[in-house]
């Protein structure tokens, strides 16, 4: 097969330059004609490897990967729940009714998942002040592909031990697959929770709809 | 035309695409046999000139003729050619080390001409290194013409240095162990085969034209072990001569610079020199074969103290030819030293030990030879394969390698470079494959440039700098002029105290935190100077600037990653 020099350097990932030299000095097994790099295929892999190179002939493939959606506040609440008048005494009661709500989970995973928040829990508190906490587990979910918020309104307050002493009155709970990803979220979701209006416009419990309306206005400002 | 155009393209063929060994050794074929053509003609115009001259031999005037010879040679080569002189193989070495084995046509029969007239006449020099540097320019240019890349062309150069060799002496191992040795440095076995070729097509043409001649093959060369014991005394004046010989060319070269003139006349001085000695001692004059087939054969008659003043009288000879810019190579006037060492050393065995029976002359005159050639080109397998070669026997096996070992052993302690490639070690151009040097050669700055590095400007206040910091991988930044001139760069390893004082955000300006007075790199520099520099002042990575403008970073972590696989394309 055929490419150009600069193809072919994309494809082994090494400068133009050295791959040009090295194909002048008869090092890999190509030849250049008429500005064209000629060789065959399975004995440049076979080159490749044997020189722990590599050549990657089916980079179009990988493109997939970066056509993924970005990660936003406003995509892992849609992908959440909203929950309203979650009951419960302490933070155990209320993370507990809360997970049992959960409908996309089966009892196994219902089970795993509060154990890993009451651990977090145990740690510190996830209450970031201002009646909000942020339950969520200490490592990434399992088995979890895309990023979720689930939203949990208490049945009045309970205390949560949070920075400021607040009792809580909502939950966030946080589910994403890799840790960057959690992270991204979290610095999101503080990006709201910093804003007094919308603290105050939680407080009066509004529909799933226009809290993601809100949130999207949110998302659009930063 | 095109059905031409590919002809000359034999590597595109689809039988030699995917592999050229087949490719080389027809091209090794070639090679050989035009370059035992050119070493042919060098050593039959040779024999002629020679030949010509000795009919003279008794008129005063004779000793003007090595001056003339050295003056016209030294005038071809500067003025008809423009070439420097020299004798070619480190030239060789070189080319093949750094350009691929470029090296240009009229190299080809440049050397040959001018060696042709300097010994012709009667200077004391060698026709090997010239036949060498035509052979392997013969070899550079077939594979320019057949458009080889940089790989095959080393390993054609090689053949036609084989070949050469192979063809002076009729002793193609030689050829080819020589050129392994001293040219190429390398032992690989894509090499050996084209090179083994070219010298048997060398050998064979020789063998067709001039006829199958084994100079000293009906010698009786019976060594009993006292004779191997003598051999130890042999190797040590072998080295000892080779050790002042390699000396005496070297500071003759010095003396003769300090004469300021026109190079031809500077060389028809040591003629003249050459001329005067060779009243004297008329085997100095010329190669100085017959010299050596009078000694191995035994016909040679003079006494210790002759033989003695011969071997440096030669050396001397040899040394005013070439160093005062004559052209030849040292290969047949080492042999013809050697064989004088060695006849000395037998004369005066038989002086202090009258009642051994000590084997004949010649085999210690052949022993000479090769530790002669083992001690000045530091090639033991070169001297001993061509005794063997030459004698058509392996008796003198193992004295041979006695003495051409030991020999090349002592003179590395004293002069750790071979004659060939001492001037380029000194300039650090010995590139010899698969070593450190020679991977930091072949790699360029250009070629390890990282372009992951944001650049600022300088007049950027530190509030956006810190939006830059959040979005960027690297630690350094670069920064430029309004211009965009490069201005220097912001280490964030300095910057760290400001980075969380919020105070700061608006009160500081790149200008202020800027480093100006790094090192920076050019597209020219030397890896190895960079290394150098990186080590000498504990940096991790250097800015690269060309025409005063930021290009990229330089790392030492990228250099490592592209040197491991320079190394593993080189060597593997």
Sequence with gaps: MNLSLSELAKKLNLPESTVERWIKQGRMPVHKESGKCIFNKSSLIKWASKHNLKFMIFEENNKIGDDKKELTFLSSMENGEVFYDVKGEDIYGVLENAVNKISSFDENQKKDLLAKLIERENLTSTGIGNGIAIPHPRVPVENFSESAVITCFIDGTVDFNAIDGKPVFILFILLSPSTKEHLSLLSKLAFCMRDISFVEFLKSKPSKDSLIEKVSEFENKS | ?572
């Design chain 2, 1 to 572: 035309m095109r059905k031409l155009f590919s002809l000359r393209s034999p590597s595109r063929w689809f039988f030699f695409r995917a592999d050229d060994r087949l490719l080389l050794i027809l091209m090794g074929i070639i090679v050989g046999i035009c370059s035992g053509l050119a070493a042919l003609a060098l050593s039959y115009s040779l024999e002629t000139l020679l030949e010509f001259f000795h009919h003279y031999s008794q008129h005063w005037w004779v000793f003007i003729l090595p001056a003339i010879g050295a003056a016209l040679s030294s005038f071809f080569l500067n003025y008809v050619l423009k070439e420097g002189a020299g004798h070619g193989v480190p030239e060789v070495i070189y080319s093949v080390s750094r350009y691929g084995g470029l090296i240009r046509l009229r190299s080809s029969f440049s050397r040959l001409v001018s060696s042709c007239l300097t010994i012709g006449f009667g200077g004391s020099a060698g026709p090997e290194a010239p036949v060498v540097m035509s052979g392997a320019a013969i070899g550079s240019n077939i594979a320019n013409f057949f458009y080889l890349n940089d790989r095959q062309r080393v390993t054609l150069v090689g053949c036609g240095a084989a070949g050469a060799i192979a063809a002076i002496f009729n002793a193609p191992i030689a050829g080819m162990i020589f050129t392994m040795e001293v040219i190429l440095g390398e032992w690989s076995m894509v090499n050996i085969i084209p090179i083994a070729i070219a010298s048997v097509a060398g050998a064979e043409t020789s063998r067709l034209l001039v006829g199958n001649y084994i100079k000293f093959s009906h010698l009786t060369l019976n060594t009993n072990f006292i004779d191997m014991v003598a051999c130890f005394g042999l190797a040590a004046v072998t080295a000892i001569v080779s050790i002042l010989m390699t000396r005496m060319l070297r500071n003759m070269h010095h003396v003769s610079e300090k004469v300021k003139t026109k190079p031809w006349i500077r060389a028809a001085m040591g003629g003249c020199l050459v001329g005067l000695l060779g009243f004297q001692v008329p085997e100095v004059l010329g190669e100085g074969y017959h010299a050596i087939e009078a000694m191995v054969q035994g016909t040679f008659k003079a006494g210790l103290l002759v033989v003695a003043v011969a071997a440096f009288a030669k050396i001397l000879a040899t040394s005013l030819t070439l160093g005062w810019g004559g052209s030849g190579g040292i290969f047949a006037p080492c042999l013809v030293i050697g064989s004088f060492t060695g006849l000395a050393f037998h004369r005066l065995l038989v002086i202090v030990f009258p009642e051994i029976a000590w084997v004949n002359e010649g085999c210690f005159a052949l022993l000479g030879m090769a530790g002669m050639i083992s001690g000045i080109l530091q090639a033991p397998l070169t001297g001993i394969f061509l005794i063997v070669e030459i004698t058509g026997s392996s008796e003198v096996m193992l004295p041979l390698i006695a003495v051409s070992s030991i020999s090349t052993t002592l003179c590395h302690y004293f002069e750790p470079a071979s004659f060939y490639v001492k001037d380029l070690v000194e300039k650090g151009q010995l590139l010899r494959p698969g070593t450190d040097e020679r991977v930091l050669t072949d790699l360029s700055v250009a070629e390890l440039l990282e372009f992951d590095c944001v650049v600022i400007k300088k007049n950027m206040m530190f509030r956006e700098f810190i939006e830059v910091v959040k979005s960027s991988k690297r630690n350094y930044y670069p920064v430029e002029n309004e211009d965009g001139s490069f201005a220097g760069i912001v280490y964030f390893d300095e910057i760290r105290p400001y980075l969380f004082d919020t105070l700061m955000y608006d009160a500081i300006i790149i200008e202020q935190i800027v480093d100006d007075k790094v090192r920076v790199v050019n597209y020219t520099d030397d890896l190895s100077e960079v290394l150098k520099t990186m080590d000498n002042n504990g940096l991790y990575s250097m800015p690269v600037v060309s025409n005063n403008r930021f290009a990229g970073m330089i790392s030492k972590a990228t250099i490592l990653d592209h040197y491991r696989k320079e190394l593993k394309v080189q060597t593997t």
